[in-house]
């Protein structure tokens, strides 16, 4: 069964305090591996997608990389503003469709 | 360029009251999705359209109908509402070519049954 876990579930930093979050999936081959965020009341907002092992990709603070069982959201020197959920959802070759883990809240004080 | 857009924002319903959950995008993507978020169980897929003309039963499908309208328009329709359906409803756009895919989600509609 294709499944996908995030942790931890819930995150607090000190404003400048680099760390990382992990997705961890079980798929029958991986069409894309694909992080979000989502801040209170509002949709997921589409940050990355990341297709094979090896890859990374970067956004401001955000660094996404991927091997063949987990992902990691790289976050450095995080400021109050990147206070939010991350989602992460990987897409399988014969459905077509994304499913999601449960998120990771993260909270960073100034 | 709107992205994807939902209406209602919110909504409050009794108990067996039916409504329509619009969605649209202006991208041009020919993949649209219906979603539904509960606290602690993330983002579910109810419903899904790889084309127009085209829909299928996502993870949690029952007591929802959906209608691919044109390429632009994916409705979600609740027939006789229960409180098991409050929750918040996400609409998404899929585009995908070669090695590229991305997924844009709309604002959303909350919802609540009584």
């Known amino acids: 069964e294709d499944q996908v876990t995030q942790s931890p579930e819930a995150l607090r930093l000190q404003e400048g305090e680099s760390s990382s979050l992990n997705c961890s999936y079980t798929?029958?081959?991986?069409?894309?591996l694909f992080w979000y965020r989502q801040d209170p009341g509002k949709g997921p907002e589409f940050l990355f997608t990341l297709y094979s092992a090896g890859e990374e990709k970067e956004k401001e603070r955000l660094k996404a990389t991927l091997t063949k069982k987990e992902s990691f959201l790289h976050i450095t020197a995080p400021k109050p503003e990147d206070s939010a959920t991350y989602l992460c959802a990987v897409r399988a070759s014969n459905t077509g469709k994304l499913i999601f883990g449960q998120g990771t809240t993260l909270q960073v004080k100034p | 360029n709107a992205g994807v857009t939902q209406t209602p924002k919110f909504q409050v319903l009794k108990t067996g009251q039916s409504m329509t959950l619009q969605c649209a995008q202006d991208m041009n993507h020919n993949s649209m999705y219906w979603y539904r978020q509960d606290p602690g169980m993330g983002l579910r897929l109810i419903y899904y359209s790889a084309s127009e003309g085209t829909t299928d039963k996502g993870e949690v499908p029952n007591g929802y109908n959906v209608s691919r309208l044109n390429k632009r328009e994916f409705s979600l329709r609740l027939e006789s509402a229960a409180p098991s359906q409050t929750s918040v409803y996400f609409c998404?756009?899929?585009?995908?070519?070669?090695?590229?895919?991305?997924?844009?989600f709309g604002p959303g509609t909350r919802l609540t049954v009584t």
């Open positions: 798929v029958s081959g991986l069409r894309g």
């Open positions: 998404a756009s899929f585009t995908g070519t070669g090695n590229s895919y991305e997924q844009y």
